[in-house]
């Protein structure tokens, strides 16, 4: 596709071809060299282990173009850091943090064209992805693995954008099991929510609101991103082994200290719902977004907290991140790398 022919503020979040991806293998237990191809498929074995056993993890994270021209890179360390975690989660050989940075500066140079404009509300998403690539049969780890990078121009994860979304809660799905994989960033947690996420889209709501696996006495996460309540000045998100370590909840939590909110991570009882003024939902995709109305499948009730804009401290959480972001507001806490693409 050509730069020209994309309407940046109309990008959905989806794929969209670029130009180039980046890749690495370990072989005979070390890495190689990192490469870079326009092929947009994978040779793989029949037998690949990540084909029959789930060896396979991934990340998300964005390079933004600021109103100074200069592109950033969000806390690309931090997912360096949680790719490899994922990766021994699951007995992967996980992948050196200096080998990813790199991987993430050369796909973003690659595809320069393709990091959509500032004041577009679109970002260049980048996707890590780590297979097993080994010939077995028997249930054991492989032994040779691939990292693949590449990047595509996405909008709102949301369909509304920064609007107050629907959410449900139904007690007949769990994400994950208790003491399962619910903290590492594996497909296998995702391809386990597609029926959940499914009936909810059909009912017309954004996404499956989770209660832990064990006791569904706690909340839990929204699908694909973190949640999160403010209940007086305190921001308020669950402490839980089943939930992903969102990077983008870990830097709102830091934000939020900024602006003079208390913090807290821990259980969150599922009662607690009616003493929030403000519920969202956030990660790397979705930013932060508030949730207006959580309707419980099972008990007929439901939790307002109004779908006409999202609550003041959302809001300004929100400001304050996409301003780090885009380079509109000092990066504080060093958590940007500005990209050189020349």
Not at 152 to 181: H, L, N, W
Request: glycine share 10%; charged share 25%.
């Amino acid at each position: 596709m050509k730069e020209t022919e994309i309407e940046w503020g109309k990008l959905p979040f989806g794929y969209v071809k670029t130009d180039w991806n980046v890749r690495c293998e370990f072989k005979d237990g070390k890495w190689g060299e990192i490469t870079a191809t326009q092929d947009e498929y994978i040779p793989l074995h029949i037998a690949a282990s990540c084909l029959h056993y789930g060896q396979e993890a991934f990340e998300g994270l964005k390079a933004f173009r600021g109103k100074d021209g200069k592109v950033r890179v969000f806390r690309m360390d931090e997912n360096a850091k949680r790719f490899r975690s994922s990766a021994e989660g699951i007995s992967m050989e996980p992948l050196p943090i200096e080998k990813f940075e790199e991987m993430v500066r050369m796909v973003v140079k690659l595809n320069k064209r393709f990091i959509p404009p500032y004041g577009s509300g679109a970002s260049l998403y980048i996707r890590p992805l780590e297979i097993g690539t080994s010939a077995q049969v028997g249930v054991s780890p492989s032994k040779d693995y691939m990292v693949i990078m590449f990047a595509t121009p996405v909008g709102p994860y949301f369909k509304g954008g920064f609007k107050p979304t629907k959410v449900c809660i139904s007690r007949e799905y769990d994400r994950v099991a208790p003491k399962g994989t619910g903290a590492i960033k594996i497909g296998g947690n995702y391809a386990a929510s597609l029926n959940a996420g499914q009936k909810a889209h059909e009912l017309g709501y954004s996404v499956m609101l989770y209660l832990d696996p064990k006791e569904n006495k706690y909340l839990d996460e929204c699908g694909a991103a973190n949640f999160f309540g403010v209940k007086g000045n305190t921001y308020v998100t669950p402490n839980s082994r089943t939930v992903l370590p969102s990077i983008t909840n870990k830097s709102l939590r830091t934000l939020a200290e900024d602006l003079g909110l208390k913090v807290e991570q821990r259980e969150i009882p599922y009662e607690e719902l009616s003493e929030f003024s403000e519920t969202g939902t956030c990660g790397t995709a979705a930013v932060c977004t508030g949730i207006g109305q959580i309707d419980d499948l099972d008990k007929g009730t439901s939790f307002v907290y109004g779908m006409e804009e999202a609550g003041p401290v959302t809001t300004k959480l929100y400001h304050a991140l996409q301003d780090i972001q885009y380079g509109d507001a000092p990066d504080n806490h060093g958590w940007c790398e500005i990209i050189e693409l020349d």
